[in-house]
């Protein structure tokens, strides 16, 4: 329990460090430390659950089970070697004249303070308190987004502000539905909005409701998820914020909202006892895969183009756990991992790719390897990672998802395949042209941190090669609750 | 208690009844408004009045953390974010009349076509909703939706929030009238969320301006889908 205090408190008491002092010299290494100190309980956590099961904590407001401590776990790490990276680059752009002091003062106080509401999204127990949490992971992310001041990047907060905001609201309906419906189970008033109650009862609250429920909890979650038809915020909010921004957007809030629907799925699947919710995830999940990967070609920009990658994979997930079952929900979950870890690598390696040219358009990115080979080489390799290339981990994941598809829904094979076919192509080609060539890029000012590049592709490579058994009963376990 | 001032159950559901009629007709009266001073003054209405049904059904049923709900409903709704915005207003020196991207004839019939929708998904709800006021799940649904419609048709940064807030105000009817509200802790996090939302709007529509010069979001077209 104390772990977990810990690794809630030690985000919010940085971010208020961080909103006195984040413009000085050293505000980076508290950024860094915080993060540091956050993973450590977060491992601390890790091995307590592990070694005596799932637990609740402060009044059963925050609970931790197999299923939502593999993803603090994650959150923690990426979380810190975004706080590295973010050193080198932060101090770049503040050399460049792109952010003031009180900026960066902003920019280190809210990264703290998006952590710790993601952290507190994924392990409360409460799904009011997931709600707010939700939403406060919005305002952040907002004020992140807006950062530079451009008018650009206005549009893409003003943008993301307002879609996220209609969309959340739509799952603040789900939740006082599902509250309601538990109301009509519950004499007792306290247990109604408790994840751990509600799963108890499952089976007696009423179908009807909770099928209304998830249509409102899978439109409004689905919005920060990035799934298709809702994703028009998502390009925008990657390319016009910093690049650590785009790192745990991509990495880690999508799979936070793609957890809070997860979460509705195994109520809704209890209750209704139909595949009903299942069928609207791959079919939501169906488009978002295909849909996006036809925009990659067109993209001129190169953060917007790894955040329809991103869009593409959000949809990989939530069709896989559409599809249900121990092999799919295995699948989703490492490839939440994998995407997670290879998309924030890239997006280290595209944002400094980014200041060598002074530019994020494409075409004039060219020669990255000449120049600085770690760079040049940590996008080709991320690249090709999460393009599903083996040995890397996303091969696993998509191989397991395509032949749970080939068995039960074969009809869904060639879509996926001919979506991952043309994501391919696109990507490949420009990835290419941004490595090799005769360069156009200038060498950075200031060495990059790039050992988190290396570190996640590291990661994403061993598990391709080898998920270490007690990582895999981890997962086991958390798809045997997913179902 | 005298029994003059016991309210009977039949008489609070008619109460709640009519205030949910009052907030159906506040939620078209803010569709079909051109001004924004106007439309700023009908959302403050609109949170009287979600104030006043909270109330009565805190005073028929009991449920004393009721009022503690209707007091945040009073002062965020009805005192802080009007007054923000009558600031802000002031400050941004906006009064302009409101353009719409659809006219307001038809955004009326669109709005009718959707509370008759919302009156559809609510019947399965309000069959098996055994508080006062079921009848007005509905009407609460309606009023979300029609926000919503409003956020769409609103090309000018300020409506778009007001319609952001008056969803809100929806939600907040469809919580008292579906489950006698949520949890102090919950509703407690949401009015922090929306105030703290607030703030930043305030910020961002100085920003939209400086770097627009208008806070039309119809000049916000730079980013190209390529």
């Excluded at chain 1, 280290?348 to 060598?356: L, T």
């Excluded at chain 1, 999460?386 to 040995?391: E, R, T, Y």
């Excluded at chain 2, 959707?114 to 069959?127: E, H, R, T, W, Y």
């Amino acid at each position: 329990m104390s772990e977990l205090v810990l690794v809630l408190a030690i985000p919010l008491i940085t971010s208020a460090v961080l909103a006195l002092a984040g413009h000085r010299q050293y505000a980076a290494n508290i950024n860094i430390a915080g993060s540091l100190l956050t993973l450590l309980a977060a491992a601390l956590l890790t091995v307590r659950v592990i070694s005596d099961g799932p637990l609740n904590a402060l009044e059963e407001q925050f609970f931790v089970d197999p299923l939502n401590v593999f993803l603090i776990a994650l959150t923690a790490l990426v979380g810190f070697t975004t706080s590295v990276f973010s050193r080198p680059y932060m101090r770049i752009e503040h050399d460049h004249g792109k952010l003031s002091s009180g900026r960066l003062r902003l920019y280190h106080s809210m990264f703290q303070m998006f952590m710790c509401t993601m952290l507190v999204a994924l392990s409360t127990n409460n799904i009011g308190i997931l709600w707010v949490a939700m939403e406060a992971a919005t305002l952040a992310t907002v004020l992140l987004v807006a950062l530079y001041r451009t008018p650009e990047s206005l549009e893409a907060a003003w943008k993301y502000f307002i879609l996220c905001g209609v969309g959340i609201a739509q799952a603040l309906f789900g939740t006082i539905l599902i509250y309601f419906a538990a109301e009509q189970v519950f004499v007792h008033e306290e247990g109604a909005m408790l994840w751990t109650h509600l799963y108890a009862y499952r089976t007696e609250l009423e179908p009807t409701i909770l099928s209304l429920a998830f249509v409102f909890m899978i439109v409004g979650y689905g919005t920060k998820t990035g799934l298709v038809p809702l994703h028009n915020w998502l390009p925008d909010a990657h390319a016009e914020g910093p690049t650590p921004v785009s790192a745990v957007l991509s990495g880690l809030l999508l799979n936070v909202a793609l957890y809070a629907i997860i979460r509705c799925k195994v109520l809704v699947d209890g209750a209704l006892n139909t595949h009903f919710a299942g069928n609207l995830m791959m079919g939501f999940g169906l488009l978002t895969v295909v849909v996006p990967s036809f925009y990659l070609s067109r993209q001129r920009d190169v953060k917007r183009l790894f955040g329809f990658s991103s869009i593409e994979h959000m949809g990989l997930v939530t069709f896989a756990f559409g599809m249900g079952g121990g092999v799919a929900s295995f699948a989703g979950l490492l490839h939440m991992t994998v995407h997670s870890l290879t998309k924030s690598a890239i997006f280290f390696a595209v944002g400094h790719a980014a200041q060598m040219a002074g530019t994020q358009v494409i075409d004039e990115i060219k020669g990255l390897i000449r120049r600085s080979p770690t760079i040049g080489w940590g996008l080709m390799l991320g690249s090709l990672a999460i393009l599903g290339m083996p040995p890397f981990g996303v091969f696993t994941s998509e191989f397991m998802i395509l032949t749970t598809a080939i068995k039960h829904y074969p009809w869904a094979t060639p879509v996926l395949l001919i979506a991952l076919g043309v994501a391919f192509a696109s990507m490949f080609g420009k990835v290419q042209n941004m490595a090799f060539g005769e360069p156009t890029v200038k060498p950075l000012a200031h060495n990059p941190a790039l050992l988190p590049v290396f570190l996640h592709l590291g990661l994403v490579l061993i598990l391709g090669l080898w998920i270490p058994p007690y990582l895999s009963e981890w997962f086991r376990q958390a798809a045997r609750m997913v179902g | 208690m005298t029994p003059a001032i016991i309210l009977s159950d039949a008489l609070g559901g008619q109460l709640i009844n009519l205030c949910a009629a009052i907030m159906l007709l506040l939620g078209f009266a803010m569709l079909a408004q051109r001004r924004i001073l106007s439309l700023i003054n009908l959302f403050m209405l609109q949170g009287a009045v979600l104030f006043t049904s909270t109330v009565i059904v805190a005073y028929t049923t009991h449920q004393s953390h009721l009022y503690w709900s209707a007091g945040l409903t009073l002062s965020l709704k009805v005192i802080a974010l009007p007054y923000i915005l009558h600031r802000l207003i002031r400050k941004l020196s906006v009064k302009w009349d409101v353009e719409t991207i659809l006219n307001i004839p038809t955004t009326m019939l669109v709005g009718i076509a959707l509370v008759v929708v919302a009156f559809n998904v609510a019947q399965p709800i309000s069959q098996l909703s055994g508080t006062i006021m079921r009848a007005t799940i509905g009407i609460a649904l309606a009023c979300v939706l029609l926000s919503f419609l409003m956020m769409i048709t609103r090309s000018k940064a300020v409506p778009q929030v007001i319609a952001f807030l008056a969803m809100e105000n929806g939600l907040f009817f469809a919580a008292t009238s579906a489950t006698y509200g949520m949890p102090m802790v919950v509703e407690l996090g949401i009015a922090l969320d929306v105030m703290v939302g607030m703030v930043i709007f305030g910020v961002f529509f100085f920003q939209i301006r400086q770097q627009f010069d208008s806070l039309d979001i119809r000049h916000m077209e730079r980013i190209k889908e390529e």
